[in-house]
C-alpha cells in the first residue's frame, strides 16, 4: 500500500508514481516488452508512459540500440532516488502497521542455497500460518544486490564480507567436507588432507558459485588448483552423482545435516579450508519490525539446533 501517489519532479512538475513504476519495471527487464507484460499493460502504452517521463525529467533515460536497451546516465541516477523514494514509503507503511497492531504478510527472503532454508520455513510456517514466506535462491553476491535494491526484505548468505549498507545477524559457521560414497574406498578415512583432493575424481559447483571459490582460495594457499571431471550447479545433483560413482565433492556440512542418506560418507579435511560465517542480511537503515524480528529470533534458535545437528553427523560418521 503506498501512502501518496505523486512527487515533484526534477523540474517542480508533479511526478507519478506510477511512471516511477513503470520505469523501474523496464530497469530490471530492459526490455519493454517484457516489462508491458509484466506491469500488465500494452507495449505501445508503457512507451507512452516512459516518453511522458523523460519529459518530465527533460532527458532520456533509456538509449535503443538495436533490440537491445540500456539506461543512460539519467536514467541511472533516477532508478537511484526512486528505489531510495519507494523504499521509505514501503518503510513508513511498515510502521504505520506496526502502530496498528498488523502483522506484515510475507516476507521476501533470498538464500545462496535452499538447503539452508527448508526445514526452517516449514516450521515457521506452522507456527505463524498467516505470514508468508517467499525464497528466491540466489548467489550471495546476487543476494546483496537484490536487498541493496529492495527487492528482498532478507538474505541467508555468508556474511563475512558486508559493505558499510547491510547489518546483519550471525546463524552459524559454514564448514566444507569432502563427501565420498559408502563404497569408496576412502570412505572409512576419519579425515583428509586438502593436498590429498589432487589425487581424487572430483565433482565440483562451476567456478562463480561461492563455494567452489571458497575451495579454490584454499587450494590456492597451497599453490594448486583442484581440476574437477565434472561441474555441477546444484548440491543434490552432486550429492547423487557422489553416491552413485567413484567420484568424489565438497559439500557443505550444513547442507549434509539435513541429509540421512547412508549411501555417502563426510569426511573433515585437513587444511587452510575456511569456514565462513552463515547469517540473516538486511538492510541497516531497515525497520525491523515484529514479523521480521519473529523470523531471525526463530532462525537463530533452529540453527543452534541445527548446527549441533550438523557437529553430531561427522563425529558419528
Avoid: W
Avoid at 248 to 262: C, E, F, H, R
Wanted: aromatic share 6%; glycine share 4%.
Amino acid at each position: 500500500m503506498i501512502l501518496i501517489d505523486t512527487i515533484y519532479g526534477l523540474r517542480g512538475e508533479i511526478m507519478e508514481f506510477r511512471l516511477l513504476e513503470y520505469f523501474m519495471t523496464v530497469c530490471e527487464t530492459l526490455h519493454f516488452t517484457k516489462a508491458a507484460e509484466k506491469l500488465r499493460i500494452s507495449q505501445p502504452t508503457l512507451s507512452h508512459q516512459i516518453k511522458l517521463l523523460e519529459s518530465q525529467v527533460g532527458t532520456p533515460l533509456f538509449e535503443r540500440v538495436g533490440k537491445k536497451v540500456y539506461i543512460t546516465h539519467a536514467g541511472e541516477c533516477l532508478l537511484e532516488h526512486a528505489e531510495k523514494a519507494f523504499f521509505e514509503l514501503e518503510q513508513a507503511q511498515i510502521k504505520i502497521n506496526e502502530i496498528r497492531g498488523l502483522q506484515r504478510g510475507e516476507l521476501i527472503i533470498g538464500c545462496s542455497g535452499s538447503h539452508l532454508l527448508t526445514s526452517s520455513i516449514i516450521s515457521f510456517n506452522q507456527q505463524y500460518p498467516k505470514i508468508n514466506l517467499s525464497i528466491k535462491e540466489l548467489t550471495t553476491e546476487e543476494t546483496k544486490e537484490e536487498i541493496l535494491h529492495n527487492r528482498v526484505d532478507l538474505g541467508i548468505i555468508f556474511i563475512d564480507d558486508l559493505n558499510d549498507h547491510l547489518d546483519s545477524t550471525p546463524l552459524f559457521t559454514e564448514e566444507l567436507l569432502f563427501v565420498v560414497s559408502a563404497n569408496h574406498p576412502l570412505a572409512n578415512l576419519s579425515s583428509i588432507e586438502l593436498e590429498e583432493l589432487q589425487n581424487v575424481p572430483l565433482t565440483l559447483m562451476p567456478k562463480k558459485y561461492l563455494i567452489r571459490k571458497l575451495i579454490d582460495e584454499s587450494c590456492k594457499v597451497l599453490d594448486f588448483e583442484l581440476q574437477p571431471k565434472i561441474e555441477l550447479t546444484n548440491l543434490g545433483a552432486l550429492q547423487q552423482m557422489v553416491s552413485k560413482n567413484e567420484i568424489g565433492t565438497i559439500l557443505p556440512k550444513s547442507y549434509l545435516a539435513g541429509m540421512n542418506d547412508p549411501t555417502i560418507r563426510p569426511i573433515p579435511i585437513i587444511g587452510p579450508v575456511p569456514r565462513k560465517t552463515v547469517g540473516v542480511v538486511y538492510q541497516k537503515k531497515a525497520f525491523i519490525d515484529t514479523t521480521i524480528s519473529m523470523f531471525i529470533n526463530f532462525l537463530v534458535n533452529t540453527y543452534k539446533e541445527h548446527e549441533d545437528k550438523a557437529n553430531k553427523l561427522v563425529t558419528e560418521k
